[in-house]
């Protein structure tokens, strides 16, 4: 039997390779601005956003080196009321923002003098929080632990379900006429010095004036990228849990109002409650390669450390738990624009900030599609900052050049925790 002949399908502005958030919201906002776009992957609205819990924490995530990261984080931040007032108008659905403050505390003394470090730094870089005592934490969260000895009060974080985001930016892609083709993405197409499009699967060719390479974790796995542009991400296993909190009577004090997050046993673990009723629970983060798996181990500590700081919590019904695939970079940072390849840029490797970075990166990447300019924001994370790979897939979990093949975004599990204020919000 002969393989089908290759097919040649419309020739868009803008293709886009992967459907998680960023790549959504690159294609939206780049529609939006006049280019006709289309994006290809299998499922389209899945990737590592799907699984976070969506914390909007530019200011409890400040940690030491990454100053520069925090001003693009916070100048996300700043576009987050209305970029929600646009897509909301845009679709007609509610995407679970909400203001409501991060209150980062502490159990022991080690702990505590980490918080006051973290809350010197913050003050150095202009950054407001605010130190409480255990009583005072206690009285902000009543169902916190006894033990808790004191923490930092962020008003300025707030919070996004995740999964609404995605599929708001799923309907507002469709309604700005942006073309999908639900189907995988084996291969980069160059020609003439000059990234072409792809071709999938099924032998058909898809062409385009520019590609972006947005596919996460995966972004370092597309076969025919020269090694000289190849995106040096990787997946970062991390494992989300989900319950459903107690209504209780009508005025009472809800079990928990703010996302609460602590360094319990060197790990870190973070709670965030839903309007509906819903307590996200992580966080996970294991350098273990493209697994996975859901452990028992992995829930069991994560309740037991959040029962650390929340007793009440394990008298909760367990709803989910789910696993998917940050997109690390090597220094925690974006990848944003264009490559020394013509034709082709990168909007990937956002690690725990994908849904944080949403509205900037798409206002970026819009940007620089359209007009050639990248904006002022995002220069520090051009992807020339980091040297070009010396051998296909090398620290990227990736494999020869001639195997890379790109099958979309999914995935982050449980394993062991890094030993700082982390989370998963991409």
């Keep these: ?25 690159t294609a939206w906002r780049t529609a939006l601005r006049g280019l006709r776009a289309a994006v290809v992957d299998p499922a389209p609205g899945g990737g590592a956003a799907h699984v976070a819990a969506g ?11 990454e100053e520069t990261l925090l001003g693009l984080n916070l100048a996300s931040a700043r576009r987050y009321p209305r970029f929600v ?51 005072e934490c206690r009285r902000l969260e009543p169902m916190l632990a006894p033990g808790v000895r004191g923490g930092l009060r962020v008003d300025g974080d707030h919070q996004v379900d995740p999964r609404r985001l995605t599929a708001a930016l799923l309907t507002a892609c469709e309604r700005a006429g942006v073309a999908f083709h639900r189907a995988q993405a084996e291969r980069l197409i160059v020609a003439a010095g000059r990234a072409k499009g792809v071709e999938l699967a099924d032998g058909t060719v898809l062409t385009a004036g520019q590609v972006v390479l947005a596919a ?55 709670l965030v409650p839903r309007e509906n ?42 709803v989910e738990t789910r696993a998917g695939l940050r997109p690390g970079s090597p220094d925690n940072a974006p990848l944003l624009g264009p490559t020394t390849l013509p034709g082709l840029l990168l909007a990937t490797g956002h690690y725990r900030n994908g849904v944080l970075l949403t509205p900037i990166t798409g206002e970026v990447m ?13 220069r520090p994370f051009t992807p020339d ?30 394993g062991a925790r890094e030993g700082a204020l982390q989370e998963q919000s991409a």
């Design 366 to 378: 819009a940007e620089v599609l359209v007009s050639g300019r990248l904006p002022e924001e995002a």
């Design 216 to 270: 996460g974790s995966l972004s370092g796995r597309l076969a025919g990228v020269p090694d000289a542009v190849l995106p040096p991400v990787r997946p970062v296993k991390g494992q989300v849990l989900r319950l459903r909190m107690p209504a209780g009577p009508a005025g009472a004090p809800p079990f928990l109002s703010r996302t609460v997050r602590a360094v319990v046993r060197g790990g870190p673990v973070y």
């Design 85 to 135: 007032a646009e897509l909301e108008e845009a679709t007609g659905q509610d995407v679970g923002y909400r203001r409501c403050g991060t209150l980062a505390v502490a159990l022991d003394a080690d702990d505590r003098a980490h918080l006051r470090e973290l809350h010197a730094l913050q003050h150095r870089t202009g950054l407001e929080s605010e130190w409480l005592n255990g009583r």
């Design 277 to 318: 009723g819903e307590l996200v629970l992580g966080a996970t983060s294991e350098e273990m390669g493209w697994d996975t798996t859901v452990t028992a181990g992995g829930v069991y500590e994560l309740l037991r450390d959040a029962h650390e700081l929340l007793p009440g919590i394990t008298e909760l019904p367990l």
């Design 1 to 25: 039997m002969h393989a089908p002949a290759a097919t040649t399908a419309p020739h868009p502005d803008v293709l886009v390779v992967g459907g998680g958030v960023i790549g959504l919201v």
């Design 55 to 65: 914390m909007l924490a530019a200011v409890s995530e400040l940690h030491y080196g």
């Design 385 to 414: 900052r980091f040297p070009p790979m010396t051998g296909a897939g090398t620290g990227t979990g990736g494999t020869a050049t001639g195997e890379r093949a790109l099958s979309g975004e999914h995935g982050l599990n449980a």
